[in-house]
């Protein structure tokens, strides 16, 4: 696989698109397929350009050089680090140039958000004190990759807020947590070596379990708690989460949660894109 396209972790990448598939569905007649494909392109090089921060910042932190889980370029030397720092800002350009042009056709507080959400993107892993190693990672992932991709997907469709746009952004910000949940479950031990005090680390084992399965009923129940029948769709891939649920709690770790990361990314994929017919219906 090219390098390059290791760097951007691809099984993270629900995480952006489902987000945005939910709040696009939610616009109903006020859809605008132009505003949805840039709003789609600034979620997806966000998250790309986060992956490449983290891969900068954990590589020359030494907090990769043992890590079990999918390779990262600096740790593993495939790419230097001043290469990888550049493709996350080039990302965040990227992201930074749809985002400017949805705040011209719609509004320039835009711009303030935009700058606030790369910001948290490069001092999660980076900077002196990131706040990812602190345990603050899965609130950030809630609001930016919940919130505000989801309810910023609805607004710039209709130029307007409500109440459900938030409800519905709950089940894409409990999904993304659940992503990341598994990513430091399958790091614990690891992150405890370098002293990376992630929620995980902070909890212990059992928690981070526990957590991760509470992420899941919370996205179901946030599904159904939107009162619309048709939400029920999304009771179609609760096989997929109960089995998911299943390995966790039976006590899969290590790189046997490498697969868990890829299905809960798939889990999450499957379920926006019914959560979104279900919201259009």
């Known amino acids: ?63 990769d050089n043992h890590r079990i889980g999918p390779t990262r370029l600096v740790a593993s030397g495939l790419a230097s680090a001043q290469s990888v720092k550049a493709a996350a800002f080039i990302s965040f350009g990227i992201a930074s140039i749809s985002g400017l042009w949805l705040a011209l056709m719609t509004s320039p507080v835009l711009i303030a958000v935009g700058a606030i959400a790369i910001a948290a993107a490069w001092s999660y892993t980076g900077g002196r004190k990131p706040y990812g190693y602190s345990g603050f990672g899965e609130i950030s992932v809630f609001v ?7 309810v910023g997907t609805f607004y710039v469709q209709t130029e307007s807020i ?33 002293g990376k005090k992630t929620l995980a680390v902070r909890g212990g084992d059992l928690v981070a379990r526990r957590f991760f399965v509470a992420l899941l009923v919370l996205a179901h129940t946030a599904a159904i708690a939107t009162f619309k029948p048709a939400a029920l769709l999304t009771l179609l891939v609760a096989p997929l989460t109960f089995s998911l649920a299943r390995n966790v709690m039976g006590g899969t770790s290590g790189a046997a949660l490498i697969p868990i990361l890829g299905k809960t990314g798939k889990l999450q994929l499957i379920f926006s894109a019914l959560f979104a017919v279900a919201l259009a219906i």
């Open 162 to 194: 409500t109440v459900m746009s938030f409800i519905v952004a709950i089940p894409m910000g409990a999904l993304s947590c659940a992503i990341l949940a598994i990513n430091n479950l399958r790091d614990l031990a690891q992150d405890v070596l370098v």
């Open 144 to 150: 930016f990759f919940g919130l505000v991709a989801t």
């Open 1 to 63: 696989m090219n390098r390059w396209i290791l760097g951007a972790r691809p099984r993270t990448l629900p995480a952006a698109i489902a987000p945005v598939l939910v709040g696009s569905a939610l616009a109903g007649g006020d859809f605008n397929w132009l505003r949805a494909a840039l709003a789609l392109k600034v979620s997806l090089w966000l998250q790309i350009g986060v992956n490449f921060a983290n891969d900068y910042s954990d590589g020359v932190k030494g907090s």
